[in-house]
T-cell receptor, first 112, second 112 residues
Framework: DTGVSQDPRHKITKRGQNVTFRCDPISEHNRLYWYRQTLGQGPEFLTYFQNEAQLEKSRLLSDRFSAERPKGSFSTLEIQRTEQGDSAMYLC??????????FGSGTQLSVL | EDKVVQSPLSLVVHEGDTVTLNCSYEVTNFRSLLWYKQEKKAPTFLFMLTSSGIEKKSGRLSSILDKKELSSILNITATQTGDSAIYLCAVATGGGSEKLVFGKGMKLTVNP
């Protein structure tokens, strides 16, 4: 499979715990994006990397959220001290330059 | 604040019907408009539109952008049950930002 890969597919956690998601973009895609989608809503932009540099962050990305792309390949999104409001689908997308972002299947997070 | 509005938000049709999905936008900077289909998890890319009045077609799907009216339509002819999905409209804002601003999505149900 040469698409965008996300792991895990599902994550159930208790409020207050930390969680980390991983995204492997399409090979050769230098841009990587994170979005969050809640039920009945479209995806909302969280952050964007070009290679290893994080170039844009939404104000939705509170201090509890951090994203990295250390070698310009895969990326991780960590949420510290999870809250019930963090329950959502976390989607990753990648593109070549300003081309069309292609999405992965997402990580569904449930915070109990 | 940048905004993308889709209508209707849901639609139920019979196989063979033709449907038209509407998307209007209000953004500070416009670079392109994109349509995605979301069946279970990953939004899959359908069309990217940058120029007004030029129709893009792929099989039974077609889309056109009207920059004067700040809107786009997605047409699906001879619908099939496999067209049942959520259709997402997004605007690439440019102007130093690489984010996509999404509408809430339109849930299409095609009954046999």
């Amino acid at each position: 499979d040469t698409g965008v890969s996300q792991d895990p597919r599902h994550k159930i956690t208790k409020r207050g715990q930390n969680v980390t998601f991983r995204c492997d973009p399409i090979s050769e895609h230098n841009r990587l994006y994170w979005y969050r989608q809640t039920l009945g809503q479209g995806p909302e932009f969280l952050t964007y990397f070009q290679n290893e540099a994080q170039l844009e962050k939404s104000r939705l990305l509170s201090d509890r959220f951090s994203a990295e792309r250390p070698k310009g390949s895969f990326s991780t999104l960590e949420i510290q001290r999870t809250e019930q409001g963090d329950s959502a689908m976390y989607l990753c997308a990648s593109s070549v330059g300003p081309g069309t972002p292609l999405f992965g299947s997402g990580t569904q997070l449930s915070v109990l | 604040e940048d905004k993308v509005v889709q209508s209707p938000l849901s639609l139920v049709v019979h196989e063979g019907d033709t449907v038209t999905l509407n998307c209007s936008y209000e953004v500070t900077n416009f670079r392109s408009l994109l349509w995605y289909k979301q069946e279970k998890k990953a939004p899959t890319f359908l069309f990217m539109l940058t120029s007004s009045g030029i129709e893009k077609k792929s099989g039974r799907l077609s889309s056109i952008l009207d920059k004067k009216e700040l809107s786009s339509i997605l047409n699906i002819t001879a619908t099939q049950t496999g067209d049942s999905a959520i259709y997402l409209c997004a605007v690439a804002t440019g102007g130093g930002s690489e984010k996509l601003v999404f509408g809430k999505g339109m849930k299409l149900t095609v009954n046999p």
